[in-house]
């Protein structure tokens, strides 16, 4: 009975949704749940960080206000679900810009009239572009799976706010510091120009596209957020240490083997399977593991440069822009699988972004990696783990292996077991060398991760490669 009225329920949100223009993912669940996935995140980031960082109290609105923005995605699921009259909605709009501006007044020490902008600037901005991204990426993502993407743009435009004007008026001396501030200046940019084009169709043009992209590296290069211009500062920090060329050797090596293996398999005229596209989890876990151990701030840098590449490129296929659009839509045809239902190429950029989260929601995450600091590389690797090696064993071995199958599903129980056996394994060298902290409430948390990231891969229909880090990273931070 429970079932049926919770299936009628879905049904009636999906109507509502449909009517306003809404269609999420085909074939998969609303994923209410992912909502709240981000914000815990943050909430257990800043009981672990208190004094890890100066931007503490920046650090505590950015929690506040994922809080704030999971309150708005309940109240939107409300109104899709019960269709309330125009007074009862705008109660349920306005609700949570209510409280987050209050508790900004409690527990930072924002003025008045800055608490009461992010208050409503973050949850009625939310709202709106939640449901423009919904609308405008027709069957690409579920309710939850928009929920942690557009959760994510609205606290980097909001640090962003709060950080580029300092970094302007006193750029950061520090190394990390430099890094953080060319990176966030750079992504801003490139948010900029995504609006542009997005919102006047003039910029979809070919030749102004490309001098958009023009303009956009060369702001990129000369933005006053750094002492010196933040190409010089980038040449000179790669320059620096011996160590961090031979990564850049090393990663441009694994980017030549991703375009060689992409280049085969659109050679091969057939759909990539499962286990094929698994070897893009290998190279993460190749590119990731080095540079969390050796260079942890030059990763910081490459995992920002690589979502701007992946963006770009996704909007020349989307937008058609030549010579090269082409040869992307075949990439796309060849790779995608069955969660890429709309027109973005969502499951790659989900992988990216679920092995570099626990690096971009951690306001000091080299800290983690950091001797002196005390080293403690779990949360750092949730991604990597749960995803690059624990999803990646599941899939391989469980297609090859499997022959018990978990009720409803089409995963297998050798395919669960593969996932657990291949985490343990992956930890004991983190214990052994010192990594991790070997105490016992830190052993048993990392188990629970395991099991837990197991299970939820098991029977999830969401994409694994968003949800399956930020709970692992969320478990074994549960301190």
């Known amino acids: 009975m429970e079932n049926s009225d919770k299936n009628k329920v879905d049904k009636f949100i999906d109507k509502n949704g449909k009517n306003m223009g809404i269609i999420s993912r085909p074939n998969a669940s609303p994923g209410y749940w992912l909502s709240c996935l981000l914000p815990l995140a943050y909430v257990v980031t800043n009981n672990r960080h ?151 169709k003039i910029f979809r043009s070919v030749v102004l596209f490309y001098i958009s992209m023009i303009v956009l590296v060369v702001a990129v290069c000369t933005m006053p957020v750094t002492k010196d211009l ?130 971009w929601i951690n306001p000091c995450p080299c800290s983690e990696v950091d001797s002196a600091s005390g080293v403690n590389m779990l949360p750092m690797l949730a991604g990597i783990l749960s995803v690059g090696i624990g999803d990646t064993s599941a899939s391989i071995l469980g297609s090859k292996f499997g022959r018990h199958k978990w009720s409803g599903t089409n995963r297998s129980i050798e395919g669960s077991l593969a996932f657990i056996l291949s985490q343990s394994i992956a930890i004991v060298p983190l214990y052994l060398f010192n990594l991790t902290p070997a105490d016992g409430l830190s052993v048993i948390l990392s188990l629970l991760a395991i099991v837990i990231t197991s299970l939820v891969e098991a029977f999830t229909d969401q994409i694994d490669n968003l949800v399956l880090p930020l709970i692992f990273y969320i478990v074994v931070n549960a301190r």
Not at 61 to 81: E, K
Not at 148 to 176: A, D, M, R, T, W
Not at 273 to 293: A, C, D, E, Q
């Open 230 to 359: 933040p190409i010089i500062t980038v040449i000179q920090f790669i320059y620096s240490d011996l160590r961090r060329v031979y990564i850049v050797v090393f990663y441009l090596t694994m980017a030549i083997a991703t375009i060689l293996a992409v280049k085969w398999q659109i050679g091969s005229s057939e759909q990539a399977s499962t286990r094929v596209r698994k070897i893009f989890h290998i190279l993460i876990v190749l590119v990731y593991i080095p540079g969390l151990i050796y260079q942890c701030t030059f990763l910081y840098l490459a995992t920002g440069v690589a979502l701007a590449a992946f963006s770009v490129l996704d909007m020349i296929r989307m937008l058609k822009i030549p010579p090269i659009s082409s040869i992307l839509d075949d990439a796309f045809a060849t790779l995608h699988d069955e969660k890429d239902a709309g027109n973005i190429a969502l499951t790659p950029f989900c992988l990216l972004i679920g092995c570099s989260l626990p690096m």
């Open 50 to 200: 208190k004094a890890c960082s100066n931007d503490d109290d920046l650090f505590l609105v950015l929690t506040i206000v994922s809080v704030g923005m999971l309150m708005q995605s309940l109240t939107f699921f409300a109104c899709l679900a019960v269709a309330p009259g125009r007074y009862l909605k705008l109660f349920f709009a306005l609700s949570p810009g209510v409280i987050i501006h209050l508790q900004l007044q409690y527990w930072t020490q924002q003025t008045y009239g800055v608490c009461l902008a992010i208050g409503f600037g973050a949850t009625l901005g939310y709202q709106y572009v939640y449901v423009r991204v919904l609308k405008g990426f027709p069957k690409s993502c579920t309710l939850g799976e928009a929920c942690i993407l557009v959760q994510g743009v609205i606290l980097f435009i909001i640090n962003g706010f709060f950080k580029i004007p300092v970094f302007y008026n006193s750029p950061p001396s520090e190394e990390f510091g430099q890094i953080s501030a060319i990176m966030m200046g750079a992504l801003a940019c490139l948010l900029v120009m995504s609006w542009l084009i997005a919102t006047f």
